[in-house]
């Protein structure tokens, strides 16, 4: 007789807020350069294969992302270009770019972790995904929220 | 007393097809590598500033669609992130990606050929531009179409 033996360690939602967890590092690193501070990591059966934070500033280029910089970083990682069994980790809900990025790679999953009420694509169309993706809101949402807050309140001070 | 000398060459719909024919040999580059032959350039007062065809294939990436070259090209050109002033002409309307990228650009105006039914974003929302921005659509819109076909029918025969 076997017992399914449940620990936090590998339990869907652990699981989720630990790669939640190193996407808020790559938050971490736009706050640090002055971005924006929202991160992006893309998994693949455990194994990392696309980071990105928001490069706004730095590249003078309003399309570059967190999630844009990681969907890129995994396609040139899996040498394919559709991201089907993957899942991305990004801090605050994507906007309609990013949700329409993740269209066209099919990407498994798309887990969030703060909502975005003005600029998050569910406020447009939350049909905006590819029909096999899962979504996934909320995850660590609050460490996700307060980076922005504590971005946005420095700046304004 | 003074008469407003109308002319094709100075009317803004022969300037939007003139424009637009430059878009459509980006989007023959596109075709001539066998890309989906889709493209487009972005013009501010009078200039070219950015260009872009289809890489998708080439770059292993889906996200590398025309648009997103072309906006990425001006933002250099120009050395800002916003193209207010600008127009964007691309031979088949944007997807929901591409019309995401342009909300962040705020581009003045947003000139498309050929309707895209499927992937098209009017088809999701066509709510998804900068208010600011000018929506124009079916410049040239056979000869762009035109293209698509051509491309397609020669895949599948």
Not at 4 to 11: G, R, V
Request: aromatic share 8%.
């Amino acid at each position: 007789m076997s017992y399914y033996n449940f620990s936090e360690e590998n339990s869907p939602v652990a699981e989720d807020e630990h790669y939640m967890r190193l996407a808020l590092q790559e938050a971490q690193k736009a706050y640090d350069s002055e971005e924006i501070p929202i991160g992006a990591i893309v998994v693949c059966k455990g194994r990392i294969v696309g980071r990105g934070h928001n490069l706004t500033e730095q590249l003078n280029d309003v399309t570059a992302h967190a999630e844009m910089q990681a969907f890129t970083a995994a396609s040139q990682t899996l040498g394919g270009k559709y991201l089907k069994d993957c899942t991305l980790y990004v801090t605050i809900e994507p906007c309609v770019m990013c949700a329409g990025a993740s269209y066209w790679t099919q990407i498994g999953r798309l887990v969030y972790g703060a909502t975005e009420p003005k600029r998050g694509f569910t406020s447009k169309n939350s049909q905006l995904l590819h029909p096999k993706t899962e979504l996934v809101g909320g995850v660590l949402a609050t460490e996700c929220g307060a980076l922005m807050t504590r971005f946005f309140a420095n700046k304004r001070g």
